[in-house]
C-alpha cells in the first residue's frame, strides 16, 4: 500500500484521479463547462487589428489587469495572407470589477501617427534585446524576494536571436529587459509562452510552444511534429532546468495544442490547471461551408487551406508536478453556438490565468472564476477581434456526481490538519451528500459512520459537515484515513479540512 497523501488544510479537487480510489454505483467525474456572458472588450482601436489575443488577466490589488497584442493580419483577396510585421504592440486595459473595461490613455508610444494609446511595448529593440511585443505573457512575481524594479515581469518571443525573452517593470507600464539574452532557446515560441512563480514549490516554471520532433541549430528551428507544449524550472529566470515535454498517460492522443495557459489554481495552488487551445484542421465538406463567414473563411484557403479549415476551442488538464497532465479528452469550452465571429482559427483561445470576480445574480451569491476568451479572430469584421467573458462557479471545473439512484467514491489514503470538513457542493431539493470517515483498511471510525453524518442539501460553495456522534476530528487528525462520500443527485467540486471558523 503506497504511503498517504499528506493534504494538510489544502482544498482538494476533482480535476485528476490522483486521490480517487474507487468510484462505486452511479458516481463519476463529470466534467463541467463555462457559461458565456457579455463580451467585455472590442479591440477596434487602429493600433490594434484583427488579430489581437494572447490575453493576460490579473487581479493587482483592487483593479483587474489585461495585457494583449495588438496584431493586424491582412488578407489580400485570392492571393496571399501577409502578417503586418510593423503593427505589433503589447496593450493594457484595465478593470475595477472584472467586466467593464477600460484602455488608459498612456501617451508612451507612436502608432498611428499619435502616442494617444494604451501601447506599453512596441516591437523592436529594447536595451540589447530585440522583442516580439505581439507574443506576450505578462504576470506580477509574488516571489517574496522579487525586487522593486521587477515586481511585474513579462515573457516574449524574441524578434532577434531566437529564444524567450524576460523584461521586468516596475510599475507594469514601462518595461526593460530583465537579462540581456533569450533564457530558453530550445523550442518554436510561435504561441503565448508563459513564465511564472510558483509558491509551493518556491521556483518558477516556463511553458512554451515546441514541436516532438522538432530540432534546434545555432537558434533555427525546425518544427515537426504537432504543436505540443515544453516546461522547465528556474530559481532565478537565468538558469533553466533541462525541458520536458509534458505527457498525458490518460490521453495519449497526439494532438495539437496551440497555446497552454498553465497556471497554479490560486484556491488549491499544489494543482496545476491548463486550458490549451485544440487546435484541429478539418477538411472542406458541407458543413466547413455551413459555418459562419464562410466567405472570408474561403478567402483565406485560397492562400493556405488551413487558414479557413483550422478550428479550435478548449480543453482541461491538470498536474501535481507540472510535467505529468491529466487531460479531458472532451471539450471543456466549445466553440458554441453558430455565429459571426465564431467557429474559426483562433477562436476560444482563453486569456491566461483565472480571476475571481463578484457574482452577477445577487450581491449574497458567492464569487466566481471569469475565463475570457477571443472572437472574431480574424474574420474581416469590421472593428477587429472581441473578448467574451465566461463565468464558472469557484472550483467548479469537474464534479463528482451521482444521479438520484446515488453513487459513492471512496479517497485514497489521507493524513489530514484541523477541527472540521467543509464541502463545494451542489444538490436538487431530493438530493444530498453524506460522508464517512474510515480507516485506512476500510472500517467506519466511531462517530464518523455514514449513518451519524447529517444529510447536506443546497447548493454552497463552503458548507461544514456535521456527525450526530460524540467524535472530534481533531482527535484522528494526523492519522491515515480514507473519505468515504455517498451521493443522490449531487455535485461535489471540492473538499477541505480546515481549522474551525
Not at 19 to 45: C, K, N, W, Y
Not at 390 to 417: H, I, M, Q
Request: glycine share 8%; net charge negative; charged share 20%.
Amino acid at each position: 500500500m503506497s504511503a498517504p497523501t499528506d493534504i494538510g488544510t489544502r482544498r482538494e479537487l476533482f480535476v485528476d484521479a490522483a486521490l480517487i480510489d474507487s468510484l462505486t454505483g452511479g458516481a463519476r467525474q463529470q466534467l463541467q463547462h463555462p457559461q458565456p456572458r457579455e463580451v467585455v472588450m472590442h479591440f477596434d482601436e487602429p493600433w490594434e487589428g484583427t488579430g489581437c489575443g494572447y490575453v493576460s488577466v490579473f487581479l493587482d490589488g483592487d483593479t483587474y489587469r489585461m495585457y494583449y497584442k495588438g496584431f493586424a493580419i491582412k488578407v489580400e483577396p485570392g492571393k496571399i495572407v501577409s502578417e503586418s510585421h510593423d503593427h505589433r504592440y503589447t496593450c493594457l486595459a484595465e478593470s475595477k470589477d472584472g467586466v467593464h473595461w477600460t484602455k488608459p490613455n498612456l501617451g508612451l508610444h507612436m502608432a498611428k501617427g499619435s502616442t494617444a494609446n494604451n501601447i506599453v511595448l512596441t516591437t523592436g529593440e529594447i536595451g540589447a534585446l530585440n522583442v516580439d511585443a505581439a507574443h506576450p505573457a505578462i504576470f506580477r512575481d509574488e516571489n517574496p524576494a522579487a525586487t522593486p524594479d521587477a515586481l511585474y515581469k513579462g515573457a516574449f518571443r524574441s524578434d532577434g536571436e531566437h529564444g524567450l525573452v524576460l523584461m521586468k517593470s516596475a510599475d507594469g507600464v514601462r518595461w526593460t529587459p530583465l537579462v540581456d539574452h533569450p533564457v530558453i532557446t530550445a523550442g518554436a515560441f510561435d504561441s503565448q509562452n508563459l513564465v511564472f512563480w510558483d509558491a509551493p514549490r518556491g521556483e518558477y516554471r516556463a511553458y512554451w510552444r515546441t514541436f516532438p520532433r522538432g530540432s534546434s541549430q545555432k537558434g533555427d528551428w525546425h518544427p515537426e511534429g504537432p504543436r505540443s507544449i515544453s516546461t522547465a524550472t528556474s530559481t532565478d529566470l537565468v538558469h533553466w532546468s533541462e525541458p520536458e515535454p509534458l505527457v498525458y498517460p490518460n490521453d495519449p492522443r497526439e494532438i495539437e495544442l496551440y497555446t497552454n495557459t498553465v497556471t497554479p489554481y490560486a484556491r488549491a495552488p499544489h494543482i496545476f490547471l491548463g486550458f490549451p487551445a485544440h487546435y484541429l484542421e478539418r477538411s472542406w465538406g458541407d458543413s466547413m461551408r455551413a459555418l459562419p463567414d464562410r466567405e472570408h473563411r474561403e478567402l483565406r484557403s485560397s492562400a493556405q487551406m488551413r487558414y479557413g479549415t483550422a478550428i479550435s476551442n478548449t480543453l482541461l488538464m491538470a498536474s501535481r508536478d507540472g510535467v505529468t497532465f491529466e487531460r479531458w479528452p472532451e471539450a471543456f469550452l466549445r466553440p458554441g453556438p453558430e455565429r459571426t465571429g465564431t467557429w474559426n482559427y483562433g477562436h476560444q483561445y482563453v486569456a491566461w490565468q483565472l480571476v475571481e470576480t463578484p457574482s452577477t445574480l445577487a450581491p449574497d451569491a458567492p464569487n466566481e472564476l471569469s475565463f475570457y476568451a477571443i472572437e472574431n479572430y480574424w474574420t474581416g469584421h469590421a472593428g477587429g477581434s472581441s473578448l467574451r467573458r465566461y463565468t464558472l462557479r469557484l472550483d467548479g471545473f469537474v464534479s463528482l456526481n451521482a444521479p438520484l439512484s446515488g453513487g459513492e467514491c471512496v479517497t485514497k489514503p489521507v493524513v489530514f490538519s484541523g477541527e472540521e470538513l467543509r464541502l463545494n457542493f451542489a444538490t436538487s431539493v431530493a438530493g444530498d451528500i453524506r460522508v464517512e470517515l474510515q480507516d485506512s483498511n476500510g472500517n467506519a471510525l466511531p462517530g464518523f459512520a455514514l449513518e451519524d453524518c447529517e444529510p447536506i442539501f443546497g447548493d454552497a460553495i463552503d458548507r461544514l459537515v456535521t456527525w450526530t456522534g460524540k467524535g472530534r476530528l481533531s482527535e484522528i487528525a494526523g492519522q491515515p484515513i480514507k473519505v468515504r462520500f455517498v451521493l443522490r443527485d449531487a455535485d461535489l467540486y471540492a473538499y477541505r479540512f480546515a481549522a474551525t471558523e
